[in-house]
């Protein structure tokens, strides 16, 4: 089978590693791949590193005509089989370069996409020509419905990742931002977008300021709103802002706690890679959070957005309580082997792929 992966932004966030998993699975199963992106970025080399064949097509909006027919030619040149798909856009010009060469279409839909009249009308059409849909969770799976998607179109299949056995402590990640083998330690990883909640995060912060500290890895547009932010509030010593780093397990390994302080998630990468590293989270209950953490086993506490008091609680019964602390850890890797495990996610999506 000949699969074609399309996205529109070849970034390196959750979706785009959704992206790289299952290609590098489907090259493994025996099977071929091509890359089209609109927007270059770090996904775009580790497809030329592997030696997948790119190709580059603009994609200005869902009904983009131009792009489907554009799309059709490429899948036809390529003789693809099937076109996986990671947003509602992309998925709208595959189904529509059906008209020019028939190829199946699977959408993985990783955000939640709250209801629209004008998304239940296109999708109600557009959708059932999709050979599947997969939801991350079953929060976006009922989003997804309610958009005008039917159910019977939709199987939830969680993202996956690989546990990370060794539960040790890392104290020269420490020793590099001044945080002792005594200090409590959260870490959090997430980009610095309005949406992850990082404003929220250092104002929890400020309630645990000497009892707590946080190293924040990531980048992104707000970096400086939120060091001016924990600057404001003399938090430099408690929030630390360690930018983008590529060692990320080294400081889960290193952390007691990890955090997810987002208004607005689907299923969080950032999540499943504290669980890989053993590690209870602390997290706001938006999206797929509550059904990570308290779905199967309890792994974690799960406190509303935005209540300050809420979040530095959460954390600082995980600091007094180590009979909880203990449970929510070895949880963490139960559920991680028992449902969120890469084996499982590659397993269920490539036999999607052979479903006729």
């Not at 983009?64 to 799309?71: H, I, P, S, Y």
């Not at 008209?99 to 959708?127: A, G, Q």
């Not at 969770?137 to 939709?154: A, E, F, Q, R």
Request: one cysteine or more.
């Amino acid at each position: 089978m000949k699969i074609a992966y399309l996205i529109n932004y070849a970034g390196a966030g959750g979706t785009e590693k959704y992206v790289k998993i299952m290609s590098e699975a489907a090259r493994n199963a025996g099977h071929e791949v091509i890359f089209i992106y609109n927007e270059k970025g770090a996904l775009c080399d580790y497809m030329a590193e592997q030696g997948v064949k790119s190709y580059t097509l603009e994609m200005r909006r869902p009904f983009d005509f131009k792009a489907a027919k554009a799309l059709a030619q490429i899948t036809k040149a390529e003789k693809v089989d099937l076109v996986h798909v990671q947003f509602p856009r992309e998925n709208y010009i595959a189904l529509l370069s059906r008209l020019w060469y028939k190829v199946k279409v699977i959408f993985t839909c990783h955000l939640l996409y709250e209801p629209n009249i004008l998304w239940r009308i296109t999708n109600s059409f557009m959708t059932r020509f999709n050979k599947q849909v997969i939801a991350v969770c079953t929060p976006v799976k009922n989003l997804l419905v309610k958009n005008g998607i039917s159910k019977n179109k939709i199987e939830v299949i969680y993202n996956g990742i690989v546990p990370q056995n060794k539960r040790t402590s890392d104290i020269d990640i420490r020793k590099e931002h001044g945080i002792t083998s005594e200090d409590f330690l959260c870490v959090l990883l997430g980009r610095y977008t309005s949406e992850k909640g990082l404003d929220f995060l250092v104002d929890s912060f400020e309630k645990l300021k000497g009892k707590a500290k946080c190293i924040i890895l990531g980048e992104g547009p707000l970096y400086d709103d939120i060091k001016q932010r924990i600057a404001d509030k003399e938090l430099e010593d408690t929030v630390i802002q360690a930018g983008y780093r590529t060692n990320v397990f080294d400081y889960l390994l290193s952390a007691d706690v990890s955090l997810n302080s987002s208004n607005s998630e689907a299923f969080s990468f950032a999540i499943l890679e504290g669980m890989a590293a053993s590690l209870p989270t602390v997290a706001t209950d938006v999206g797929g959070n509550g059904e990570m953490l308290k779905g199967f086993e309890p792994c974690g506490e799960i406190v509303p957005y935005g209540d300050t008091g809420a979040f530095a609680d959460a954390v600082e019964i995980l600091m007094g309580d180590p009979v909880t602390y203990d449970k929510y850890a070895k949880n963490a890797l139960y559920n991680l082997n028992n449902h969120f495990h890469l084996d499982i996610m590659i397993k269920k999506t490539l036999e999607m792929y052979k479903e006729n």
